[in-house]
C-alpha cells in the first residue's frame, strides 16, 4: 500500500500497491489488513513492484540516457 500522492501512481502503478488517499489512516489501515488477510493479492502485488523495482535497474536507466543524450547531441549537430 502506498499514499497517492505527487508521482507515486506513475511510479509504483496500479498493480504493485493499493493506493491510498493521503493522510487518511483508516485508509492504510485497511490496505494493510486486506494485503495481510490476502496472500494471492500480496504475492501478485510483489510480483508486479519486482518487475517494476527491474524497469529501474541502473544498467537500464543509464542506457536510455544515453540514448537520450545521443538524440540531442545529433539534433544539435544537425542544427549547425
Avoid: N
Avoid at 1 to 19: K, N, P, Q, T, Y
Avoid at 57 to 73: I, K, T
Amino acid at each position: 500500500f502506498a499514499a497517492d500522492v505527487g508521482g507515486v501512481r506513475e511510479d509504483v502503478g496500479d498493480s504493485a500497491a493499493i493506493l491510498c488517499p493521503p493522510a487518511s489512516p483508516d485508509a492504510i489501515a485497511a490496505a494493510a489488513v486486506r494485503v495481510l488477510r490476502d496472500r494471492s493479492l500480496a504475492a501478485r502485488m510483489a510480483g508486479a513492484a519486482r518487475r517494476r523495482a527491474l524497469e529501474y535497474d541502473f544498467r537500464l536507466v543509464a542506457r536510455h540516457h544515453a540514448q537520450v543524450y545521443s538524440r540531442v547531441r545529433a539534433m544539435a549537430a544537425h542544427r549547425r
